[in-house]
């Protein structure tokens, strides 16, 4: 089984930073991909960022459009850590940000910390 935790979400005005974290716990050999994403109310759940293990040390990325240029998705293997840093927040932004990250071919999710964008 395993666990993710999320953290970090608040309330920030426009053009503000958050920097979100979310720590795997369990039995864990590989994490294979972790990712980020978010759901405003009223709307689905969207893939925000996610970062794949592509061999020894090397990821890949990937981001939704709505914020490439703004946010960075990371990894830290040793820590079981993800984390999103997002820069030049918008209201539009404002959501619960929900971890998830693939082991075995299985998905798991944490149960989100909320960001919130206003003036």
């Known amino acids: 089984q395993v666990q993710l935790v999320e953290s970090g979400g608040d309330f920030v005005q426009p053009g503000g930073s958050l920097r979100l974290a979310c720590a795997a716990s369990g039995t864990i050999f590989n994490i294979n991909t972790m990712a980020w994403y978010r759901q405003a109310p009223g709307k689905r759940r969207d893939l925000v960022a996610s970062i794949t293990s592509a061999g020894d040390t090397n990821y890949a990325t990937n981001y939704a459009n709505s914020v490439k240029g703004r946010f960075t998705i990371s990894r830290d293997n040793a820590k079981r850590s993800a984390y999103l840093q997002m820069n030049n927040l918008m209201p539009e932004d404002t959501a619960v940000y929900f971890c998830?990250?693939?082991?075995?071919?299985?998905?798991?999710w944490g149960k989100g910390t909320l960001v919130t964008v206003s003036p």
């Open positions: 998830m990250c693939v082991v075995n071919g299985r998905d798991y």
